[in-house]
């Protein structure tokens, strides 16, 4: 068994123990700059949605541009995209939302683009815009950049993935609608 599965067993056991020592990583890995070997271990991190861990990981980076330094690639954009599905949108501490949506905003900038590292599917947009609920001014700010980018996307493209980013942003917009006419309902409590 070598260095990095002794970690990863680590970080996902979820004892108290685990998470000990995920604080005291989070602060070595803290000190480094985020890589393309390293990227991997911060997004585990990120996973464990720990006070202490983020307070080391942000201690001297934006959760924004934490990301920024990297090529985006199918195994990030997919990574991101989990981070923000994997728990409900009040439970996600808003320094990894900020994270996730920021870098997904880069990516979707040129929304072709961005569907040739990682087609967005109507699902994976529900997970994303779920944290609208939060007002929270820089998210929300991220994810209408997203869905500005995407809803100019050919609406035969991509699974309509365009019309289901263009009726998000509308009932966002329409004090009238509001998300819960075109988000799953499941996805915003």
Do not use: W
């Amino acid at each position: 068994m070598n260095q990095s599965d002794v970690l990863n067993q680590m970080l996902e056991s979820g004892t108290q123990a685990a998470i000990e020592g995920a604080r005291g990583f989070a602060v070595y890995l803290a000190n480094l700059p985020v890589s393309t070997e390293n990227l991997y271990m911060y997004l585990k991190v990120l996973s464990l949605n720990d006070t202490e861990v983020l307070n080391a990981v942000f201690k001297k980076r934006m959760p924004e541009s934490l990301f920024s330094r990297i090529t985006p690639d199918k195994r990030l954009v997919a990574s991101l995209l989990n981070l923000l599905s994997s728990r409900r949108a009040g439970e996600t501490d808003p320094r990894v939302v900020h994270a996730c949506t920021g870098t997904l905003a880069s990516v979707y900038t040129h929304p072709a683009d961005g569907m040739k590292i990682h087609a967005l599917t109507a699902q994976e947009l529900y997970h994303t815009v779920k944290y609208l609920v939060l007002k929270d001014e820089t998210a929300e700010r991220f994810i209408t950049e997203i869905l500005e980018a995407v809803t100019t996307l050919p609406s035969g493209e991509y699974g309509g993935v365009s019309l289901v980013a263009g009726k998000i942003r509308d009932a966002a917009l329409d004090t009238t609608k509001g998300l819960e006419s075109v988000i799953p309902h499941g996805l915003l409590i």
